[in-house]
Nanobody, 124 residues
Framework: VQLQASGGGLVQAEGSLRLSCAASGGTFSSYVMAWFRQTPGKEREFVAAINRGRYTYYSDSVEGRFTISRDNAKNTVHLQMNSLKPEDTAIYFC???????????????????WGQGTLVTVSS
């Protein structure tokens, strides 16, 4: 499956952004979809995941502020980001896997398909 992320940009603190990730070339509904983020010099960090049954998982740092959702009819996953903070600044990557198990949802190694990333910058 090929993934194309979009929606990044510059926003002020406490603002909102909505990221999207369009998938093609696979059976979208069979994939667990996730968002990770990365800043220079740091490892890629789990943000959120949504499984086939639409159960959602979040990192502690974004719980209550971010919402992941999926639209199987449009082969798209979204990440609604509210109450953004400067520390949310990062490149955001979407990821997909048809084989990842629940215990690996938060692990970069659980996913074998990655998009190109979209930059989110939050100014203070």
């Amino acid at each position: 499956v090929q993934l194309q992320a979009s929606g990044g940009g510059l926003v002020q603190a406490e603002g909102s952004l909505r990221l999207s990730c369009a998938a093609s070339g696979g059976t979208f509904s069979s994939y667990v979809m996730a968002w990770f983020r990365q800043t220079p010099g740091k490892e890629r960090e789990f943000v959120a995941a949504i499984n086939r049954g639409r159960y959602t998982y979040y990192s502690d740092s974004v719980e209550g502020r971010f919402t992941i959702s999926r639209d199987n009819a449009k082969n798209t996953v979204h990440l609604q980001m509210n109450s953004l903070k400067p520390e949310d600044t990062a490149i955001y990557f979407c990821a997909a896997s048809a084989r990842v198990i629940t215990s690996q949802y938060r692990s970069e190694g659980g996913y074998d398909n990655w998009g190109q990333g979209t930059l989110v910058t939050v100014s203070s």
